[in-house]
């Protein structure tokens, strides 16, 4: 039987729907969650990215400042808007778009949001929280809209060996750590492969639970999968597609087909990971503006 789909955006709706009703009761004490969005430069994926970001904050119900600046912008003054931002009490939530210019050292920016604002969970600070477990700290949005949608999938982790492939400090690190901590949404036993790794497969093979994020159109076939395992794809890579209007189209990091007819449970590109990753930043978001208070 071929793999159920998880619909990420069935989740991510429900979830968009519960920020707006706890934004709603943060208005009527008179707080208006507000969140920043900074995009440095004219990167189309980007700007795509930080609009969806925008919009997707004023339909809950916050306040979104959008700031476009020039991909000039000197670090100093990048930095100096974070201070601004990071003093004004209107603004509970702080994301700067990735990829900076190369001028520009992503950690010093990144070091200089305030944790309490940084809804990203980029922070060192927010990191360290997350790897000891502490829950007062920011988690990045998509591992924590991954483990969301395993949760809502009724997909039971305690015990499962989950494969993540991908190290990156924005989805495997923190993805691995979130899976590992004692809790009844993770006590995984957690495995990290990278390019280093000798024979992936022999790895991927072992996974209940295998969540990719490679960066690799297709990385994962249907020989690598054990059968009945839980396949997140992470991967959004924009591949050349003559059959497309635009030329191209979305591929993740499976290969869908192959892999839908072993897995038990497989997140579809697009409509599966993306629509998470923007839920959880909104939620993100509301749970600042609680933390603040005003
Ligand atoms: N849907 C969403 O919301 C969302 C959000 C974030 C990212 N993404 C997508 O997820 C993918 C990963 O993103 P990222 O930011 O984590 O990418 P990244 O920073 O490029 O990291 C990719 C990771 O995959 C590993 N890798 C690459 N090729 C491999 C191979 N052949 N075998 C084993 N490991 C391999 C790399 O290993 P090394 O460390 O050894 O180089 C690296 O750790 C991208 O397609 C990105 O667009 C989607």
Same mark, same amino acid.
């Given at each position: &039987?071929?793999?159920?789909?998880?619909?990420?955006?069935?989740?991510?709706?429900?979830?968009r729907?519960?920020?707006?009703?706890r934004?709603?009761k943060?208005?009527? =004490?008179?707080i208006r969650?507000?969140l920043?969005?900074?995009l440095?430069?004219?990167?189309?994926?980007?700007?795509?990215?930080?609009?969806?970001?925008?919009?997707?904050?004023?339909?809950?119900? &916050?306040?979104?400042q959008?700031? =476009?600046?020039?991909a000039?912008?000197?670090?100093?003054d990048?930095?100096?808007?974070?201070?601004?931002l990071?003093? +004004?009490p209107?603004?509970h939530?702080?994301?700067?778009?990735?990829?900076?210019?190369?001028?520009?050292d992503?950690?010093?920016?990144?070091? =200089?949001?305030?944790?309490?604002? #940084?809804?990203?969970?980029?922070?060192?600070?927010n990191?360290?929280?997350m790897?000891i477990?502490?829950? #007062?700290?920011?988690?990045?949005c998509?591992p924590?809209?991954?483990q969301?949608?395993?949760r809502?999938?009724?997909v039971?982790?305690?015990g499962?060996?989950?494969?993540?492939?991908?190290?990156s400090?924005? *989805?495997?690190?923190?993805?691995?750590?979130?899976?590992?901590?004692? !809790?009844?949404?993770?006590n995984?036993? *957690?495995t990290?492969?990278?390019r280093? $790794?000798a024979?992936?497969?022999?790895?991927?093979?072992?996974?209940?639970?295998?969540?990719?994020?490679?960066?690799?159109?297709?990385?994962?076939?249907?020989?690598?999968?054990?059968p009945?395992?839980?396949?997140?794809?992470v991967? $959004?890579?924009?591949? !050349? +597609?003559?059959?497309?209007?635009?030329? $191209?189209r979305?591929?993740?990091?499976?290969?869908?087909?192959s892999?839908?007819?072993v897995?038990?449970?497989?997140?579809?590109?697009?409509?599966?990971?993306?629509?998470?990753?923007?839920a959880?930043?909104m939620? !993100?978001?509301?749970?600042?503006a609680?933390?603040?208070?005003?």
């Amino acid at each position: &039987m071929p793999a159920e789909l998880i619909d990420g955006r069935a989740v991510a709706k429900k979830i968009r729907a519960e920020v707006a009703a706890r934004a709603a009761k943060l208005a009527a =004490r008179g707080i208006r969650p507000g969140l920043a969005v900074v995009l440095v430069g004219e990167d189309p994926a980007s700007v795509v990215y930080t609009t969806a970001k925008g919009k997707a904050a004023e339909e809950a119900g &916050m306040y979104c400042q959008n700031l =476009r600046l020039p991909a000039e912008i000197s670090q100093a003054d990048l930095l100096a808007r974070v201070d601004a931002l990071n003093s +004004d009490p209107r603004i509970h939530g702080i994301l700067v778009q990735m990829p900076l210019p190369k001028h520009i050292d992503p950690d010093t920016v990144i070091r =200089r949001i305030d944790p309490a604002k #940084d809804v990203d969970g980029f922070h060192p600070v927010n990191v360290g929280k997350m790897l000891i477990g502490e829950r #007062d700290g920011f988690i990045p949005c998509t591992p924590a809209g991954i483990q969301v949608l395993l949760r809502e999938s009724g997909v039971s982790t305690p015990g499962k060996n989950c494969v993540v492939i991908g190290r990156s400090n924005i *989805v495997g690190k923190p993805m691995a750590a979130l899976m590992l901590q004692d !809790n009844e949404n993770a006590n995984c036993t *957690v495995t990290v492969c990278h390019r280093h $790794t000798a024979d992936l497969p022999s790895h991927t093979r072992q996974a209940d639970i295998l969540i990719v994020a490679a960066g690799r159109p297709k990385i994962v076939t249907g020989a690598m999968v054990k059968p009945g395992a839980v396949v997140i794809d992470v991967g $959004t890579n924009r591949v !050349n +597609d003559p059959k497309a209007k635009s030329g $191209t189209r979305l591929q993740g990091d499976v290969d869908f087909d192959s892999v839908r007819e072993v897995a038990s449970k497989l997140t579809p590109v697009p409509g599966g990971v993306g629509p998470m990753t923007i839920a959880m930043l909104m939620a !993100n978001t509301v749970r600042a503006a609680e933390m603040a208070g005003r």
